[in-house]
């Protein structure tokens, strides 16, 4: 099959599993986020792809051939590294041509192909320049273009933009996804910043504990998150205990929720629910009953903070479609049965 | 950060005692000695007061140009085979773990607290005929019979790196594990193999450390005045040997402080250029 394949990836050091039975198919051409905590294996994941750490056991597939046993060089890939890693004896150009220069090209496609490369990522002119001298942002899309100069079958990055400044950051998200979808390039990247894989990525890879707890599609993992590690790591969520009630309904804090069921052979579960679902409304029949404890109006939104049965949810919503309340006040809160999402506790 | 000039004696302060100490250690030694160069030799004493520069003239000699050329190489070489040996070396253990590599330094350390001449004693043994290593390679099948492997220029050389090398370890040490790991991780994922990424990046990344070790070992290794003497024949006397023979033997002070004077000198001049040539590479 074409693309990346990753087929039961184990890596340990020493007693310490880093990544544990990983699996995961890519088709050629997708934008991947490996997604998680620090210290979940997702870097180490990455590295295994790079071939700059060896799995403990199982396979890496790239077009249905086994790579796990060639060397990092022979591997055709890009790699951006989270320091960049850019040669500081070399100027802009020299940096971008250097896997040309490996190669023994001339110095004259060298020339051409780094050119082409500076005008990709807007910095034509920049060639003779040290390294030193760019800033944060240009250094970023240098090695960006320095991975790139071999149109390499992946292209790789651990935590591309976390040096950079949160508006940068945003653009550079941006510009990233527009120039992956341009080359059609099996892009994997490594990054903690749920926002930034909501952005980029075609498939998010949310791990936890060195394994893969869920790999979909962004809006997918955000609706339908596989378990409460998910759902509480992507976006805000409330997380509710809840209990089937007689009828076999989802009970939780006490008040059963109309037309969600429980699921077969489960009586104790989650519930998860994204605050913008949450709505507020008066006391009284199915709603939950609360008492408001803090208002954080942010202009845009507004978030309410509701203390029921001893647990704090928030509701967020805009102004338009809130009505005023404030803390003190009295509220019912309906939770509607398609946002719930109920997972194993 | 603005900084401003030191205004009023205080502010002079912290300079007393590095001032101090340069003065009292270097500056009234040194100047001695210079003057000294200048005196007159007083062969029934030590030497009297004067301004001639015989000194100096009877250093203008074949004899001397060629011992002086010869310690310049010497010096050189043993820089540089240090440099060669002791980069890979100092990289490879920056990459073992960390008890490794204080097993490995404090035994560098050790090395350090024997003597030149414990130094030099041990290495004629070594590679004398009656108990020295050659006996090995005849046990072993490699010669047919034992040879004695000094006096000769080699075992002056392989003497003076040994003595330099945990020096220069010691200096490139530093330098090289604060090397960033990931400059060679991608030199490899651009396609460089281990070895090429090794020469490509981590060299050129350190060549203002490989130039000051070079300079480092250099001065060091001029200074050997004992290894010559005990591994070599006279025609591998240094410059070193000779002043400590006309100071000491001859009781020739003032010639002895002209040859240290001019080779101080020299040193200074090569070490001058050195930085010179770096400097318009990098320009470059």
Redesign the interface.
């Known amino acids: 099959m074409s693309g990346l394949s990753l087929q039961n990836i184990t890596k340990s050091f020493g007693n310490f599993t880093a990544v544990d039975t990983a699996n995961l198919s890519v088709p050629h051409g997708k934008f991947v986020c490996l997604l998680g905590p620090s210290g979940c294996g997702k870097t180490t994941l990455l590295r295994m792809i790079?071939g700059?750490e060896d799995p403990t056991s199982g396979q890496i597939l790239l077009d249905g051939t086994d790579i796990t046993p060639v060397?990092?060089?022979?591997?055709?890939?890009?790699?951006v590294?989270?320091?960049l890693?850019?040669?500081?004896?070399?100027s802009v150009g020299d940096n971008i041509a250097?896997?040309l220069r490996?190669?023994g090209a001339s110095r004259e496609d060298q020339k051409k192909r780094s050119d082409e490369l500076l005008k990709l990522i807007h910095l034509q002119g920049f060639s003779d320049r040290p390294v030193a001298k760019l800033s944060g942002g240009q250094r970023q899309r240098v090695a960006i273009a320095?991975?790139l100069?071999?149109s390499p079958k992946l292209f790789?990055l651990d935590e591309p933009l976390s040096a950079l400044d949160a508006k940068l950051r945003e653009a550079m998200q941006v510009e990233l996804r527009q120039l992956q979808q341009r080359l059609g390039i099996t892009t994997f990247v490594v990054t903690h910043d749920q926002r930034e894989a909501m952005t980029m990525a075609d498939l998010v890879v949310v791990m936890g504990n060195g394994k893969i707890l869920q790999a979909a599609p962004p809006i997918e993992i955000y609706r339908k998150p596989a378990d409460a590690f998910v759902a509480d790591f992507i976006g805000m969520t409330n997380l509710l205990d809840a209990t089937a009630d007689r009828l076999g309904r989802v009970s939780v804090l006490g008040q059963a929720i109309p037309n969600l069921t429980m699921p077969e052979g489960m009586t104790k579960a989650s519930v998860s629910i994204r605050p913008e679902d949450v709505h507020l409304g008066p006391v009284g029949g199915d709603a939950i009953a609360g008492t408001v404890t803090f208002v954080r109006d942010l202009g845009g939104t507004i978030e309410t903070f509701v203390e029921a049965g001893g647990k704090t949810i928030v509701a967020v919503a805009t102004p338009r479609e809130r009505p005023e309340v404030v803390a003190g006040q009295q509220v019912g809160l309906i939770l509607p049965a398609d946002a719930c999402v109920v997972l194993k506790s | 950060m603005k900084r401003e000039a030191p205004k009023s004696l205080a502010d002079y302060s912290p300079l007393f005692f590095p001032g101090l100490m340069l003065i009292v250690f270097f500056v009234v030694p040194f100047s001695t000695m210079i003057a000294v160069s200048f005196f007159q030799r007083d062969p029934s004493g030590f030497y009297t007061p004067d301004f001639v520069f015989d000194n100096y003239a009877r250093f203008l000699s074949l004899f001397f140009a060629k011992v002086l050329g010869f310690s310049l190489m010497l010096a050189v070489m043993v820089a540089i085979c240090c440099v060669v040996i002791a980069f890979p070396f100092t990289y490879l253990l920056t990459k073992r773990p960390r008890k490794v590599q204080t097993i490995w330094l404090v035994c560098l350390l050790s090395v350090l607290s024997l003597s030149e001449v414990i130094i030099g004693f041990a290495w004629s043994t070594l590679f004398s005929r009656t108990a020295g290593i050659t006996n090995l390679f005849v046990a072993i099948g490699l010669m047919k019979e034992p040879v004695a492997l000094l006096p000769s220029f080699w075992a002056v050389l392989t003497g003076m790196v040994y003595q330099a090398l945990p020096y220069t370890i010691l200096v490139l040490y530093p330098a090289l594990v604060r090397l960033?790991p990931?400059?060679l991780?991608?030199?490899?994922?651009?396609?460089?193999?281990?070895v090429?990424?090794f020469m490509?990046?981590v060299v050129?990344?350190l060549?203002n450390t490989i130039v000051a070790t070079l300079i480092m070992v250099f001065v060091f290794a001029l200074g050997s005045y004992l290894l010559p003497q005990i591994l070599g024949r006279p025609s591998h006397w240094t410059l070193s040997v000779l002043i400590t023979d006309q100071a000491i033997y001859q009781s020739n002070m003032p010639f002895a402080a002209a040859m240290a004077v001019f080779l101080v000198l020299m040193s200074l001049a090569l070490v001058g250029l050195t930085l010179l040539v770096g400097r318009r590479e990098n320009a470059l």
């Open positions: 790079a700059l060397p990092t060089h022979k591997r055709n890939l890009g790699m590294f989270q320091s890693a850019l040669f500081p004896h070399l250097y896997p490996i190669r320095r991975a100069a071999l790789l | 960033d990931t400059l991780e991608a030199a490899r994922t651009l396609g460089a193999s281990p090429r990424a490509n990046v050129p990344a060549r």
